[in-house]
């Protein structure tokens, strides 16, 4: 081994990664076909931001030495950063085969089965590095999640105890034990787990997600929707389909029931109120308690700028949806049967439907990577508007109008307009369900 690459790594082991990445340059220029130089400086890079320079790098060390474990499982944390999960995984596993008897390579594949939501298989290699080397934290870290979204609070938590135990200055252990506080409802403790990973590594993602999480967690409503959350992320995603074609089918029904027996209204509008907002929650809850986080002090300084900027974003649209409904709701002050009361309730109503769909569009450009997936957010943003235009202009051109026939054409055009509207409802649900499963945004 090179003067340059040992001194290299001791700089890495210490996180002085600018200084160590000088050092595997140095070797390299020594020995152009080091692959460990390759791919410390990949990792170097990544630590520090680079990931396409990352990326090059780990592409050197695995020409170098394709059948050395090292070049394909730093291959597989660059992947991963750059969210391109399934070659991750494929680089994981690639690298267990060339050696089978590391863990870090183990752990590694943990992680990505972490971010792809397959809690057995994160599990399963998180224990299958363990088994190897007892003590790896990462590993330890990792198995604490797998078992904590399993809903095996007990296995996860003996394994956040024993990687605390093991290296009580690991951020990573300290961020596992604060999302187990936070799944038994220990909101405080979880904080504080938080606030000590990130001072034990201030540029700790994971950290500083916690320490968002555990703040909302002080509101009530917010660990009831957190509830929710951890059960529904252990179903599997037939299951939550079947759930949110089950609710709208619920509300098809619910609306039949109101229109054949009108004397049920008191009981079925509640309840409807009720699962629309229930829903609205499962989109809105994030963002909304981010624009709540925005007037405590920490809060500020944990919300990324993205973060805070949906957080307004939502609370703007939500405001003219309740502002809309409140109008068509208090229409009948303008006089019973008058036109103004049905402008009021027509132009209120698609104001109110236009907001909603607004809301899945601007948390969905928020949840998915950048590219085509935000075009099409930004698309029906904007198509939702142009339909409320729409409404609106029809709605104005009735009211000018006198004769008949042009009137009964003017209302045949709002009634499709509005029935597209609510259609544009559906559709921008089940696709941003769609890109937020697929292209889902972790920066």
């Known amino acids: 081994m090179s003067h340059h690459l040992e001194r290299g790594q001791l700089l890495y082991n210490q996180s002085r990664y600018a200084q160590a990445a000088d050092e595997f340059r140095a070797a390299l220029a020594e020995d152009p076909n080091s692959a460990e130089a390759h791919a410390f400086l990949a990792h170097c890079h990544l630590e520090l931001g680079d990931t396409a320079a990352a990326l090059r790098e780990a592409d050197e060390a695995v020409r170098c030495a394709p059948l050395f474990f090292l070049p394909h499982t730093v291959k597989a944390m660059v992947l991963h950063r750059l969210h391109r999960l399934a070659d991750a995984e494929a680089s994981a596993t690639e690298a267990i085969s060339h050696d089978p008897f590391t863990a870090w390579p183990f752990g590694v594949l943990a992680n990505v089965r972490l971010s792809r939501n397959n809690w057995a298989g994160c599990l399963d290699a998180a224990t299958r590095g363990l088994a190897l080397d007892p003590t790896d934290a990462g590993c330890l870290s990792l198995r604490t999640l797998a078992n904590l979204r399993l809903g095996r609070k007990a296995d996860a938590a003996f394994s956040a105890e024993t990687a605390l135990r093991n290296d009580p200055n690991d951020p990573f252990a300290h961020v596992a034990e604060g999302w187990r506080r936070l799944h038994v409802g220990d909101a405080k403790g979880a904080c504080e787990h938080f606030r000590t990973a990130l001072r034990l590594d201030p540029t ?103 973060e805070k900027r949906e957080g307004c974003w939502l609370g703007g649209v939500l405001l003219v949806g309740v502002t809309g409904f409140g109008f068509a709701e208090a229409s ?52 939702a508007w142009v339909l409320w235009a729409a409404v609106a202009y029809i709605v104005y051109d009735l009211l000018g109008s006198q004769p008949r026939g042009v009137v009964d054409a003017g209302l045949r055009m709002l009634r499709d307009a509005m029935e597209i509207q609510y259609w544009t409802i559906l559709g921008t649900a089940i696709g941003a369900n769609v890109l937020m499963m697929r292209y889902p945004n972790r920066d």
Do not use: C
């Open 332 to 383: 009948g002050v303008f006089g019973e049967g008058t036109d103004a009361e049905g402008v009021a309730t027509v132009v209120g109503l698609s104001t109110a439907v236009t907001a909603l769909v607004s809301v899945f569009a601007v948390t969905t450009w928020y949840r998915v990577a950048s590219g085509w997936p935000r075009l099409v957010a930004t698309a029906a943003l904007v198509w």
């Open 204 to 306: 700790s993602e994971a950290a500083r997600a916690g320490m968002i999480e555990a703040l909302k967690a002080r509101y009530r409503v917010y660990r009831q929707f957190a509830r929710f959350q951890y059960w529904l992320a252990r179903q599997s995603g037939q299951f939550q389909w079947f759930l949110i074609i089950g609710v709208f089918m619920l509300m098809q029904g619910l609306m039949g029931v109101a229109r054949r027996n009108p004397e049920w209204k008191p009981v079925i509008g509640p309840l409807m109120v009720a699962l629309v907002m229930f829903g609205l929650m499962t989109w809105v809850g994030n963002g909304l308690f981010n624009l709540l986080l925005l007037f405590h002090p920490l809060g500020r300084q944990a919300l990324t700028r993205g």
